[in-house]
């Protein structure tokens, strides 16, 4: 397992930017798939995006699709998420996660799981 660290939330107004960073510990990041997923109050925890071991491949749920971009940075063991033009129901507490399984959506997939970093999006 990784050790993975969020960063880069806050508040921002709606049709505003924000990047969020996660770091990870260890030297299996490159072997793994990241994706991030958010969770709001009173709601499941839901996935965003995510990229493969290459950064080759991405896919995003369609809330986010257009809006945001998700990329790494293998040699920084980074993975980053770019959002744009964001809405008040982006607002929830966004976390990174890595897996070794190709091609799944579901949280219960994920083995390593950051602390979260929390996106306010006021309107």
């Known amino acids: 397992q990784v050790q993975l660290v969020e960063s880069g939330g806050g508040l921002v107004q709606a049709g505003g930017s924000l990047r969020l960073s996660c770091v990870a510990s260890?030297?299996?990041?490159?072997?793994?798939?990241m994706g991030w997923f958010r969770q709001a109050p009173g709601k499941e925890r839901e996935f965003v995006a995510v990229?493969?071991?290459?950064?080759?491949?991405?896919s995003y749920a369609d809330s986010a699709k257009g809006r945001f971009t998700i990329s790494r940075d293998n040699a920084r063991n980074t993975v980053y998420l770019q959002m744009n033009s964001l809405k008040p129901e982006d607002t929830a507490v966004y976390y990174c996660?890595?897996?070794?399984?190709?091609?799944?959506?579901?949280?219960?997939?994920?083995?390593?799981w950051g602390q979260g970093t929390r996106v306010t999006v006021s309107s």
């Open positions: 996660a890595a897996t070794s399984i190709s091609g799944t959506y579901s949280p219960s997939n994920f083995g390593s």
């Open positions: 260890g030297r299996t990041f490159r072997l793994n798939v």
């Open positions: 990229i493969s071991e290459s950064g080759g491949r991405t």
